[in-house]
């Protein structure tokens, strides 16, 4: 056989051509830049609320901000204490949660255990639809229909009150809680499942004693997650919970969260330079900082979690 | 549970010419013209025969082949995927498990099973043996019965200093026998193995094949294996599956030394696989 070898140069090149180079060169930093831009603005985001409530604890001292129940910034004498504030927060938070965790987990022990496949692939996109729905609905159905019927229940009930927003609230949570700790449950091996079926547990026993206990710490970042969301909530509490804050916290009556403060000052008729503007600021940055320590512990249950079973 | 009724003579038996091994030992578990379904597609074929007591049963067959379909027919773990229909019987001491008054829950708890893969509950030791007891609602001697199990499954020695930590940080093959031990705790008369050693190195295999030989002196023990040379270590007696269907049955020691089947032969001798 005749040999039709091409000699090959006795030192190739191995190097990619420029314009490769080039081109995936540029197909990194482009990536890099995005990715960038979302940590710029959240680190701005936080920057601007530090920066622009330094003003106001140069005047407030962090023990009165934190401390003192009497929030007048209009009044005089002042008042920048934010603790009734705080706690009206925690009572409709309280609220919803009480509402939002048991039934979402409920029903997401029902999706994830005892629902048929055809029934679960309609009611699951339901309730993601359910969670897709604007907060400003939420509130007028919290105003309109569920505080109408909490007065028929309990007649001391206020039009504004902590009790009807922190129910509906639950409600638009409980589809995050049901959809995440589905999530949690379904990821339980079934190896474990079956390991308990096969030694003669019934399904409740099974659920209550191998499958929720292995997935606890699952359902309790989701726990987290939906507390994060609801002391962050604003337009349910802005529009049905009232701009009163009470103190003693008393959900029957008018109550004022931190977010409807905010809003409260921002849609208010103040001088671009009036001190209030820095009250704003404080105020954000303390819920900038509750909801982020959430999250990040949130992260590190999930990540427990993820490590369990490996 | 009723008074075990007489043993069924397996026609299976007589048509192979095993009947003196059938008669010698009482059966346990007799599988009847078993026929299943996943959806529409049938997974087993008429399976016919008996699992003799005291003895440790060991089928085998190529993947697919239904082995472990018919395994978890036994105690009724195929009830769990909701889209199984079956036919024809399989009984255990007499009673056909598959009647509608049995309840499955009833059936597992004296048909115990060991899977592929060690199963621990990301629990205590001591935790995965109680859980069985708890929800068998034995009270009593509690501390006893999981000493006693775990030293059957050849562990105690091993953990006996740490049964407060979790049954996650043993090897796999301490965590087989946890499995095994968890199986055994309730007292159980039968343990159906699936591949129980497929997961594990050959030093804890080892292990498991002395422990599946002790084992038979309390137990009835079925092992599904895609290990020949395994069968033929632990077993005495030996099933074939082919596609869905018992193709031999009978003593391990004929079944590898002299089959009746032409696919037994070629299986066995490694001619597929």
């Given at each position: 056989?005749?040999?039709?070898?091409t000699?090959?140069?006795?030192?190739?090149?191995?190097?990619?051509?420029?314009h490769?180079?080039?081109f995936?060169?540029?197909?990194r930093?482009?990536?890099?830049?995005?990715?960038l831009?979302?940590?710029?603005v959240?680190?701005?985001?936080?920057?601007?609320?530090?920066?622009?409530?330094?003003?106001?604890?140069?005047?407030?001292?962090?023990?009165?901000?934190?401390?003192?129940i009497?929030w007048?910034?209009?009044?005089?004498?002042?008042?920048?204490?934010?603790?009734?504030?705080?706690?009206d927060?925690?009572?409709?938070?309280?609220?919803?949660?009480?509402?939002?965790?048991?039934?979402?987990?409920?029903?997401?022990?029902f999706?994830?255990?005892y629902?048929?496949?055809?029934?679960?692939?309609?009611?699951?996109?339901?309730?993601?639809i359910?969670?897709?729905?604007?907060?400003?609905?939420?509130g007028?159905?919290?105003?309109?229909?569920?505080?109408?019927?909490?007065?028929?229940?309990f007649?001391?009930?206020?039009?504004?009150?902590?009790?009807?927003?922190g129910?509906?609230?639950?409600?638009?949570?409980?589809?995050l809680?049901?959809?995440?700790?589905?999530?949690?449950?379904?990821a339980?091996?079934?190896?474990?499942?079956?390991?308990?079926?096969?030694?003669?547990?019934?399904?409740?026993e099974v659920?209550?004693?191998?499958?929720?206990?292995?997935?606890?710490?699952g359902?309790g970042?989701?726990f987290?997650?939906?507390?994060?969301?609801?002391?962050?909530?604003?337009?349910?509490v802005?529009?049905?919970?009232?701009?009163?804050?009470?103190?003693?916290?008393d959900?029957?009556q008018?109550?004022m969260?931190?977010?409807?403060?905010?809003?409260?000052?921002a849609?208010?008729?103040?001088?671009?330079?009036?001190?209030?503007?820095?009250?704003?600021f404080?105020i954000g940055?303390?819920?900038?900082?509750?909801t982020?320590?959430?999250?990040?512990?949130?992260?590190?249950i999930?990540?427990?979690?993820?490590?369990?079973?490996? | 549970?009723?008074?075990?009724?007489?043993?069924?003579?397996?026609?299976?038996?007589?048509?192979?010419?095993?009947v003196?091994?059938?008669?010698?030992?009482?059966?346990?578990?007799?599988?009847?013209?078993f026929?299943?379904?996943y959806?529409?597609?049938?997974a087993?074929?008429?399976?016919?025969?008996?699992?003799?007591?005291?003895?440790?049963?060991?089928?085998?067959?190529?993947?697919?082949?239904?082995?472990?379909?018919?395994l978890?027919s036994?105690?009724?773990m195929?009830?769990?995927?909701?889209?199984?229909?079956?036919e024809?019987?399989?009984?255990?001491?007499?009673?056909?498990?598959?009647?509608?008054?049995?309840?499955?829950?009833?059936?597992?708890?004296?048909?115990?099973?060991?899977?592929?893969?060690?199963?621990?509950?990301?629990k205590?030791?001591?935790d995965?043996?109680?859980?069985?007891?708890r929800?068998n609602?034995?009270?009593?001697?509690?501390?006893?019965?999981?000493?006693?199990?775990?030293?059957?499954?050849?562990?105690?020695?091993e953990?006996?200093?740490?049964?407060?930590?979790?049954?996650?940080?043993?090897?796999g093959?301490?965590?087989?026998?946890?499995?095994?031990?968890?199986?055994?705790?309730?007292?159980?008369?039968?343990?159906?193995?699936?591949?129980?050693?497929?997961?594990?190195?050959?030093g804890?295999?080892?292990?498991?094949?002395?422990?599946?030989?002790?084992?038979?002196?309390?137990?009835?023990?079925?092992?599904v294996t895609?290990?020949m040379q395994?069968?033929a270590r632990?077993?005495?007696h030996?099933?074939?599956?082919?596609?869905?269907?018992?193709?031999e049955?009978?003593?391990?020691?004929?079944?590898f030394?002299?089959?009746?089947?032409?696919?037994?032969?070629?299986?066995?001798?490694?001619?597929?696989?």
């Amino acid at each position: 056989m005749q040999a039709t070898l091409t000699v090959l140069p006795r030192t190739p090149s191995l190097a990619a051509p420029r314009h490769r180079r080039l081109f995936e060169a540029a197909v990194r930093y482009t990536l890099l830049g995005c990715g960038l831009i979302a940590v710029l603005v959240a680190g701005l985001t936080a920057w601007t609320f530090f920066a622009g409530s330094l003003p106001f604890f140069e005047k407030v001292s962090l023990g009165e901000f934190l401390g003192s129940i009497r929030w007048a910034p209009i009044t005089v004498p002042e008042g920048y204490g934010t603790l009734a504030l705080i706690a009206d927060t925690a009572v409709i938070t309280g609220i919803s949660l009480l509402v939002a965790v048991p039934l979402g987990v409920l029903a997401a022990v029902f999706l994830s255990e005892y629902c048929s496949p055809r029934l679960r692939s309609f009611l699951k996109p339901v309730l993601e639809i359910l969670g897709g729905i604007p907060t400003v609905v939420y509130g007028f159905f919290a105003l309109r229909t569920v505080t109408p019927w909490l007065q028929e229940m309990f007649p001391s009930i206020g039009f504004w009150n902590g009790l009807s927003a922190g129910i509906v609230m639950g409600f638009m949570i409980l589809p995050l809680v049901a959809s995440l700790s589905e999530d949690v449950l379904y990821a339980v091996p079934r190896s474990l499942r079956e390991a308990a079926y096969a030694l003669g547990a019934t399904r409740g026993e099974v659920i209550l004693r191998v499958v929720l206990p292995a997935a606890m710490s699952g359902i309790g970042a989701a726990f987290i997650l939906a507390l994060s969301r609801a002391i962050g909530e604003t337009m349910i509490v802005a529009l049905a919970a009232g701009r009163t804050p009470a103190w003693p916290p008393d959900p029957t009556q008018p109550m004022m969260t931190l977010t409807t403060t905010i809003v409260n000052i921002a849609t208010g008729d103040h001088e671009a330079t009036a001190f209030i503007w820095a009250a704003l600021f404080a105020i954000g940055a303390l819920l900038f900082v509750v909801t982020l320590s959430l999250n990040i512990a949130s992260h590190f249950i999930v990540k427990r979690f993820r490590e369990l079973y490996e | 549970m009723s008074l075990p009724a007489p043993a069924p003579t397996s026609p299976y038996h007589a048509e192979e010419g095993h009947v003196g091994t059938a008669i010698a030992t009482p059966t346990v578990l007799a599988t009847r013209d078993f026929s299943l379904w996943y959806g529409s597609h049938q997974a087993l074929f008429d399976i016919t025969f008996d699992v003799p007591e005291h003895q440790v049963t060991a089928v085998i067959g190529p993947s697919g082949c239904g082995k472990s379909t018919w395994l978890r027919s036994l105690n009724r773990m195929n009830d769990l995927l909701g889209i199984v229909r079956t036919e024809g019987s399989i009984s255990y001491r007499g009673t056909d498990i598959y009647e509608r008054h049995v309840d499955a829950v009833e059936v597992r708890r004296r048909i115990g099973m060991v899977f592929q893969k060690p199963n621990p509950f990301p629990k205590s030791i001591r935790d995965n043996l109680a859980f069985p007891l708890r929800i068998n609602g034995i009270r009593v001697g509690v501390e006893q019965r999981i000493e006693t199990a775990l030293r059957r499954a050849a562990l105690w020695d091993e953990v006996k200093d740490r049964l407060a930590r979790s049954a996650l940080e043993l090897s796999g093959g301490q965590q087989q026998r946890l499995c095994i031990a968890r199986a055994l705790v309730t007292e159980p008369e039968v343990l159906l193995m699936d591949e129980p050693c497929s997961a594990l190195d050959p030093g804890s295999t080892a292990r498991i094949e002395d422990l599946i030989q002790e084992l038979r002196q309390r137990y009835t023990v079925v092992i599904v294996t895609h290990n020949m040379q395994q069968a033929a270590r632990v077993s005495q007696h030996t099933a074939f599956f082919y596609v869905g269907r018992l193709e031999e049955f009978g003593p391990t020691r004929e079944i590898f030394t002299k089959p009746t089947n032409k696919r037994t032969e070629d299986y066995i001798t490694g001619r597929f696989g």
